[in-house]
């Protein structure tokens, strides 16, 4: 008798097959999260992400669907128009601002130079705060954000493409005969 009903009470519990899965809860505000693509079907990515308050995100991507290339997203709320490259500034723990030119696909602010990406990356993963902005008409678009506390996640996203989490060569490789 007692096993039935633990086995009732158990079978309470338990979602029945049919039901829809339960979406992932959003991570808090000022936590990193590292995602991987699951699906074999697909091109390899994955991404270290980190949200502010009202949504907007900070993140290192890997996308495999080309070439493998890492880039680093800003993508405020609400999300801006596609349109001309300008200059992004980058302030890691109040120190001296970096400024590089990003693009803007739409949505938000990417870069993917190679060097700049690991640059950035770098200073990040050793940052406490990270503010990031960019002049959006006579407004200036600016976010802060918490530094991930390392660079494992970084490191995971290099490693997804297929890359060293190191500087990239300047010089080209030599050629083979």
């Known amino acids: 008798m007692i096993s039935f009903l633990f086995a009732l ?17 959003a991570p808090a505000p000022g936590v990193w999260t590292f995602r991987e693509s699951a699906d074999p079907a697909q091109p390899k990515s994955s991404t ?22 890492v880039s680093v997203q800003f993508m405020p709320k609400p999300a801006v128009a596609a349109g001309d490259s300008r200059i992004v500034t980058l302030t890691l723990d109040e120190g001296m601002a970096d400024m590089t030119s990003w693009l803007f696909p739409g949505k938000g602010a990417y870069n993917g130079e190679t060097a700049e990406v690991f640059l950035i990356a770098e200073e990040i993963a050793k940052a406490k705060k990270v503010r990031i902005g960019f002049p959006e008409g006579e407004t200036m678009v600016e ?16 490693a997804t493409c297929g890359m060293p989490y190191a500087m990239p060569s300047v010089t080209p490789a030599p050629k083979k005969q």
């Open 9 to 25: 009470a158990f079978g309470a519990q338990t979602v029945p097959a049919s039901a829809p899965a339960a979406a992932p809860a």
């Open 48 to 69: 270290a992400t980190v949200r502010a308050a009202d949504g907007s995100r900070l993140l290192l991507r890997c996308d495999t669907v080309n070439v493998p290339i």
């Open 143 to 158: 976010r802060e954000f918490t530094g991930p506390g390392g660079d494992a996640m970084f490191r995971k996203v290099y």
